[in-house]
């Protein structure tokens, strides 16, 4: 079965410093990961997704993921930490069922920004 | 999030009511999803929609009974909920639903309440 893991329940991180979200995974075959971010009372918004190539993925507000095969990673990271980060960040797998995409979602990881 | 809209944002009804929850996207997808987010749990796929076929029902109680008039167009009309039932649902369109490639948009969910 394709599944994603996100160990870490929060993440608490000071404005200004770097900040690192995990993610791992298990799929057979290729992976197609995703990273999604929720504010409170919204849905969910795409930042970003891997789908071949190359393992350092650039997506929206900054942010970024590293792709490693090795250990079956694919962490999200930003280089300087915004109060406005904020948010509960979703890590995402695809894979397709009887022809159709379908798409497995993390538990979630709080970020809390501290000023 | 103009992309899926979702109608009513917040809901609350008793257990004997029917109520109907209401998506639409205006990004020219051919796929639709309904989701249920409770606290704590993952994301849970309820319903997926190509073309206005439903080609998944996640083992969704029947109490539950999504309408896909057109591409995009989405509903989920409700009856004889029960308090578990309390959570938000979200809707979610992508471009055809069958690659693994494509990234899903969400609305911004509606927060039901059932007493």
């Known amino acids: 079965a394709q599944s994603v893991a996100q160990p870490e329940d929060q993440v608490n991180v000071a404005e200004g410093n770097p900040l690192t979200v995990k993610c791992t995974y298990s799929v057979s075959g290729n992976p197609y990961l995703f990273w999604y971010v929720q504010y409170p009372n919204r849905g969910l918004q795409f930042l970003l997704k891997y789908i071949t190539g190359d393992n350092l993925v650039k997506g929206s507000y900054g942010f970024e993921a590293e792709f490693n095969k090795s250990q079956t990673s694919f962490h999200l990271k930003k280089p300087s930490a915004l109060v406005s980060d904020s948010a509960l960040y979703f890590c995402a797998v695809s894979y397709l069922s009887g022809g159709y995409q379908k798409v497995t979602f993390g538990t979630g990881t709080k970020l809390q920004v501290i000023p | 999030e103009t992309g899926v809209t979702q109608t009513p944002r917040h809901l609350v009804m008793g257990m004997t009511n029917k109520k109907s929850l209401k998506c639409e996207q205006h990004l020219g997808h051919n796929a639709m999803y309904w989701y249920k987010q409770s606290a704590k749990k993952p994301l849970e796929l309820m319903f997926v929609?190509?073309?206005?076929?439903?080609?998944e029902n996640n083992s969704v109680p029947s109490r539950f009974s999504p309408e896909c008039p057109n591409s995009s167009h989405l509903f989920l009309h409700l009856h004889t909920l029960q308090p578990e039932d309390s959570a938000l649902y979200l809707c979610?369109?992508?471009?055809?639903?069958?690659?693994?490639?494509?990234?899903?948009?969400f609305g911004p969910g509606t927060r039901l309440l059932v007493l």
């Open positions: 979610a369109s992508s471009s055809r639903g069958r690659g693994l490639q494509e990234t899903q948009y």
């Open positions: 929609y190509s073309l206005e076929e439903r080609v």
